[in-house]
């Protein structure tokens, strides 16, 4: 079933159309990778959905209602920063009891799980500031994922992690798509998701340039290794 929806999308920053009629559907239960080179206008289409960037035409639409003027839609995304600034001097758990406020009980699971699965027990009272690149990220992983979100954006959600991390933040994304959410992933490493991902939507200019799975993409270009494939895409006119 559909959940969120863009028609004709479009943001102009002065002469200049940085993203321009992009039309996208996601669906419930789907792991979709977004991708593109800097400036392509992916995070300028994520900032519209979050209501942090208003489109200069176009529609979104969430559960088949138009998001325009409205604010209620979105304690039903969840947003994973790829660098979440938080309160140097609070702790994870702090952050947690603020988030749990900004969302409402009942938007917030119980964050114990996440805590287990990414080693944060011993860091979990302690400031931010004490904490390493890594244990930041999975805390950011462990707060954001908490949120009992129909559509989740997770930028660069990897980012800092090590291996063992990465295995675990790759099951809970499964575990959200088997819940029936929509799972967004923004990475420039697709290969790193390539292995869950239902699909993907590259971003180029501005536009759509590929929407489909990744095996479609592969034969359309004529390359088995995906780096190659998406290299290659700027040379094939109709995608």
Same mark, same amino acid.
């Given at each position: 079933?559909?959940?969120?929806?863009?028609?004709?999308?479009?943001?102009?920053?002065?002469?200049?159309?940085?993203?321009?009629?992009?039309?996208?559907?996601?669906?419930?239960?789907?792991?979709?990778?977004?991708?593109?080179?800097?400036?392509?206008?992916?995070?300028?289409?994520?900032?519209?959905?979050?209501?942090?960037? $208003?489109?200069? /035409?176009?529609? @979104? #639409?969430? !559960?088949?209602? =138009?998001? *325009?003027?409205?604010?209620?839609?979105?304690?039903?995304?969840?947003?994973?920063?790829?660098?979440?600034?938080?309160?140097?001097?609070?702790?994870?758990?702090?952050?947690?009891?603020?988030?749990?406020?900004?969302?409402?009980?009942?938007?917030?699971?119980?964050?114990?799980?996440?805590?287990?699965?990414?080693?944060?027990?011993?860091?979990?009272?302690?400031?931010?500031?004490?904490?390493?690149?890594?244990?930041?990220?999975?805390?950011?992983?462990?707060?954001?994922?908490?949120?009992?979100?129909?559509?989740?954006?997770?930028?660069?959600?990897?980012?800092?992690?090590?291996?063992?991390?990465? $295995?675990?933040? /790759?099951?809970? @994304? #499964?575990? !959200?798509?088997? =819940?029936? *959410?929509?799972?967004?992933?923004?990475?420039?490493?697709?290969?790193?998701?390539?292995?869950?991902?239902?699909?993907?939507?590259?971003?180029?200019?501005?536009?759509?340039?590929?929407?489909?799975?990744?095996?479609?993409?592969?034969?359309?270009?004529?390359?088995?290794?995906?780096?190659?494939?998406?290299?290659?895409?700027?040379?094939?006119?109709?995608?």
């Amino acid at each position: 079933m559909e959940i969120l929806r863009t028609e004709n999308l479009g943001k102009r920053f002065g002469e200049k159309w940085v993203l321009n009629d992009v039309n996208l559907e996601f669906y419930e239960g789907e792991i979709t990778i977004i991708s593109g080179p800097n400036g392509s206008g992916k995070t300028t289409f994520i900032k519209s959905i979050l209501g942090l960037v $208003v489109p200069s /035409k176009g529609r @979104i #639409l969430f !559960k088949g209602k =138009e998001v *325009a003027g409205e604010s209620e839609y979105r304690r039903y995304l969840g947003y994973m920063p790829q660098i979440p600034k938080f309160p140097e001097n609070l702790t994870p758990k702090e952050i947690f009891s603020l988030m749990r406020e900004i969302y409402g009980k009942d938007r917030m699971e119980d964050p114990q799980r996440y805590i287990e699965e990414f080693s944060l027990r011993d860091f979990w009272d302690k400031p931010v500031r004490t904490l390493s690149g890594g244990t930041r990220q999975k805390m950011s992983a462990s707060l954001y994922l908490s949120v009992k979100a129909h559509v989740y954006f997770l930028d660069e959600p990897n980012a800092s992690l090590d291996p063992e991390s990465s $295995v675990v933040l /790759k099951e809970e @994304i #499964l575990r !959200k798509k088997s =819940e029936g *959410a929509s799972v967004v992933i923004i990475t420039h490493i697709i290969s790193s998701f390539e292995d869950i991902a239902d699909r993907l939507i590259y971003f180029l200019e501005g536009r759509i340039k590929f929407v489909g799975e990744i095996e479609s993409l592969k034969c359309i270009t004529g390359e088995n290794d995906l780096e190659r494939a998406i290299a290659r895409m700027e040379d094939v006119e109709d995608l």
